[in-house]
Every structure is written in structure tokens, then in C-alpha cells.
């Protein structure tokens, strides 16, 4: 149509992001990318990061090579907590670092994030938790970060925040947030994804395409988060269900280049455009239950879905997300352009239920959730996510998504 071709875009803003190395083996430039932030690097990893193929022997040579010496190293075993980071901050903060380096999953890129934005700031990360009493601006500056990650979900290696977790029934968990903290280099070697299990590749795969889902929905999507939201999911939507079924099989090297693809720009998508319910509703979940991430948008994110567009439906017939939604549903579930919009949008429901099944995803009720506890989950999940939600969802709207994901 004319009127669609003359029609101006939207005004956007595009903040950081990191200079991105991608491709399989490109963990070899590493030690030289490394070098040309400093001397001196502080390296954060997780407790099986570097342990296939003497991939640690081989990085530490590679770092001697290139003039790093690595004057600190600390390890991550879960989802980081405000303790753990201050005290990696607090043990390295004398030691002149340059560079911080994490090599990991999410929890680990997300611990070298926050201990690099505290290195120079003596204060603990509590002081810059969004949503905490008595939270504070944090004043910087950050040591510089290169991110590696070794799994294909959260996106970190992208982002602004890191999330900092406190479990428990009166847990939260909070985001260190500024963009500042964008890592300078992300370095993303599908290789690294090799040896993931089937559980693993299911909870990230389905982090990643929540993040993307939810993204192009957002109430603050532009033309550039829409255009690479578009194009992760069509990588998950070849790659993940490819390699959850066979890990090792024939197609498994494509298909991880596809989630680690994917990953990377849902961690684009979700630092300029925000996400949404199942994102408000995971927050909660994983500071009152031992739930990881991954796990809570899996198990709500085709509910989540249902309620947005039937209540969209019924609210808001005219809201722009409502042909967003259908042109997912074309998109995931393979449906010719000329598909009815609705039609579109009942295929997308489907299609992301179906997808729960075949990645055998557990409901919330295997971690401990019970009806009783829904309404403390609700009470806690009005967060930045919900905010950018296409619709706000009543509070029963949100208990009969958790209860359906029980």
C-alpha cells in the first residue's frame, strides 16, 4: 500500500551493545582480544566452563602469549548472589585488574558483569539493585568485560543488567542495571554449546525465545529490536527442537550456531526493548522456588501468550500487538503469509505448547509450587518486565496462568 510505503518510522534509540565475535572456534581470539583491554585480568567461570578438551591449558597459554596475566580468578556455582559478588569484588579490588573475563552461563556472565562495575565502586551491588529500599545510582565506571558464554539462553553477553538473586520466601530477584555495564567484546563460540543436555538445552532455548517473543510484543519494540527478534526466532525456530532431539547427531553443529545466534540477539532485543509477563511472572518464581530461569518460561510461556491475546481480543481489538502476534505465528509455525490473522495467532499457541511438550518442559508444581503459594507470586511480579506487557493482565488472569502451569 502507498500510504504504508510513505509512512514514517518510528523514532528509536539504540544504545550499546558489545563488539561481537561470533562463529565456531572463535574462542581463539580470546587471549588477544583480552589483551587489548589491559595487562591484568580477573577470570570468572563456571565449575565446568573451561573442563572439555584442556580448553583451560590451552586459554592460559594463549593468554600468556599475548602479554595477560591473570591476576585473579574466582568461580560460579549458581545464580549469583549480592554476598558472592561482593566478595569477588572485594577480593580482587586491589589487585590493579584491567579486564574482567567471564566464561560461562548467564548466572556466571552476570557475576563477572556486576563484579566489573564494582571494582572501582566500593560499595556492595545491594546499594544498586533496582526495586531495593534505599537504592542509589550507581556512579561507575566499570572495568572493562568480555563475556563467553557457554550456554544458548540468557542473551547476558549483550545486555545492561546483570540479575542478582536472594532465594527464599521473602527472596527477590533484582537487576544491576546501567549501560555502562554492556561488555566491551562478546565473544560467541557455538563450540562451547557442545556437551549440553537435553534439559539444559531446553530450559535456555526456551529462555531465548521467550526473550525474542517478547520483545517484538513490547510496548517499547522499535523497527531494529523488531528486525533481529524476527531473525532469532527463526534461528530457534530451526535450531532448538533439532538439537534437543539428537545433541550429538549430524545437525547438531548447525543447530547450536542457530540457539547461540538466537541467544545473542534476544540479549539485544530484551536491553533496548524490554519484555513482558512471562518475564514478570519468572522473577518471583525463581526468588521464592528453587526454579531456574529457563524452567519458569517454559512452563508459562504459551499461557502467557494465551492470556495476552485473548485479552487483547476482548480489550483491545485495535492494539498493534494483536498483528504482531499472528506474524509470529506464521513464523514459528510455518504458515503461508496469506494465513487469517487469527488463525495465525491460535497456530502461534499451539505451536509454543507443542513445543513445551517436546522439550518435556516440568510444571511449576515439580519445584514446589502449590496453589496456596500462587497469590504470593502475584503479588510480587509487578516488576519493569510486566510494565512493557502489550496489555496489563488482571491479577486472576495471572493466577489461572500459573495454575494452568502447575
Known amino acids: 500500500m502507498l500510504a504504508d510505503v510513505l509512512a514514517a518510522l518510528p523514532a528509536f534509540a539504540l544504545g550499546r551493545i558489545p563488539r561481537i565475535t561470533f562463529g565456531a572456534g572463535s574462542l581463539a581470539r580470546l587471549p588477544e582480544i583480552t589483551g587489548s583491554h589491559g595487562q591484568r585480568a580477573l577470570l570468572i567461570t563456571g565449575a565446568r566452563s573451561l573442563a572439555a578438551g584442556g580448553r583451560r591449558d590451552v586459554l592460559l597459554a594463549g593468554f600468556a602469549a599475548a602479554g595477560v596475566t591473570v591476576a585473579g580468578e574466582a568461580v560460579v556455582a549458581g545464580e549469583p548472589s549480592p554476598l558472592l559478588v561482593d566478595r569477588i569484588a572485594a577480593a580482587n579490588r586491589a589487585a590493579a585488574i584491567d579486564v574482567v573475563v567471564g566464561i560461562g552461563g548467564g548466572s556466571v556472565l552476570d557475576t563477572a558483569k556486576a563484579v566489573a562495575g564494582l571494582l572501582r565502586v566500593d560499595a556492595p551491588v545491594t546499594d544498586f539493585l533496582e526495586g531495593l529500599p534505599g537504592a542509589r545510582p550507581w556512579p561507575g565506571p566499570s572495568v572493562p568485560f568480555v563475556a563467553v558464554p557457554t ?23 533484582r537487576s544491576f542495571r546501567d549501560e555502562r555495564l554492556v561488555a566491551a567484546d562478546a565473544v560467541v563460540d557455538p563450540d562451547l554449546l557442545a556437551g549440553s543436555t537435553p534439559v539444559l538445552i531446553a530450559t535456555q532455548g526456551m529462555d531465548a525465545l521467550t526473550q525474542l517473543l517478547e520483545a517484538y510484543t513490547s510496548l517499547k519494540a522499535g523497527p531494529v529490536t523488531d528486525a533481529l527478534a524476527l531473525a532469532g526466532l527463526e534461528a530457534a525456530r530451526d535450531g532448538l527442537l533439532v538439537w534437543h532431539a539428537d545433541p550429538a547427531g549430524p545437525g547438531a553443529a548447525a543447530a547450536r550456531s542457530r540457539m547461540a545466534f538466537a541467544a545473542l540477539l534476544s540479549g ?12 514478570g511472572l519468572a522473577s518471583p518464581l525463581g526468588a521464592q522456588l528453587p526454579i531456574p530461569h529457563g524452567a519458569a518460561c517454559g512452563a508459562t510461556l504459551a499461557g502467557v501468550t494465551r492470556t495476552n491475546v485473548e485479552a487483547l481480543e476482548r480489550r483491545s481489538p485495535d492494539s498493534p500487538a494483536l498483528p504482531r502476534y499472528a506474524v509470529l505465528g506464521r513464523l514459528l509455525a510455518r504458515l503461508p ?29 515439580s519445584y514446589g509450587l502449590e496453589p496456596a503459594g500462587i497469590p504470593a507470586i502475584i503479588a510480587d511480579a509487578r516488576g519493569s518486565s510486566m510494565k512493557t506487557n502489550p496489555v496489563v493482565l488482571t491479577d486472576d488472569e495471572l493466577a489461572t496462568i500459573l495454575a494452568g502451569a502447575l
Open 268 to 279: 539485544i532485543c530484551l536491553a533496548h526493548a524490554g519484555l513482558g509477563a512471562v518475564h
Open 151 to 173: 550456554t544458548a539462553g540468557t542473551g547476558s553477553e549483550a545486555t545492561r543488567n546483570a540479575v542478582i538473586s536472594e532465594r527464599g520466601p521473602s527472596g527477590y530477584k
Open 337 to 365: 503469509e496469506a494465513t487469517p490473522d487469527a488463525a495465525a495467532r491460535t497456530a502461534l499457541v499451539e505451536t509454543l505448547a507443542s513445543w513445551t511438550t517436546a522439550l518435556a518442559m516440568p510444571g511449576l508444581g
